[in-house]
């Protein structure tokens, strides 16, 4: 039963829809975590995060190049959005392939997925005024 709420806490058919935030424009890991803020973090945070992704503690650590547990690939692959799970679920770009959108209750602006990829093609630095990626060199 708990673990039905869980899954269901993010259903939009059960559960009003997430407001998605404010349409993000820009290609900083700022940008991106503005975009988290208001899409990602209502399902992706506390002691069991949806998909066991916390995006509210330390995003970038957790995304950038580490692969997701569940589909093998990474969630952000440094210069690649289009082979990064973040991009791929966020643009619904393969849902056959990638378990669906996200987030579940619809589709983000076109600029916010833009803002995420963006940031991933830069090479997905981490924080305002790094140079380098959260991935391992």
Do not use: N
């Not at 950038?64 to 791929?88: C, E, H, I, K």
């Not at 990829?117 to 380098?132: P, R």
Request: hydrophobic share 45%; glycine share 10%; aromatic share 6%.
């Amino acid at each position: 039963m708990i673990a039905w709420l869980l899954l269901a806490a993010c259903d939009d058919e059960i559960f009003a829809a997430v407001d998605h935030g404010a349409v993000v424009s820009g290609d900083t890991y700022d940008d991106v975590a503005t975009v988290f803020d208001g899409a990602c973090v209502a399902c992706h945070t506390g002691a069991t995060p949806a998909g066991g992704l916390d995006l509210a503690t330390d995003p970038c650590v957790d995304l950038v190049g580490v692969d997701s547990p569940d589909y093998g690939t990474p969630y952000a692959s440094p210069g690649d959005a289009t082979s990064s799970l973040l991009w791929l679920k966020m643009s619904d770009a393969d849902p056959t392939s990638w378990g669906g959108v996200m987030p579940p209750s619809g589709a983000l602006a076109a600029t916010s997925v833009d803002t995420v990829a963006a940031w991933i093609d830069a090479g997905a630095a981490c924080g305002a005024d790094t140079a380098t990626s959260g991935a391992e060199p």
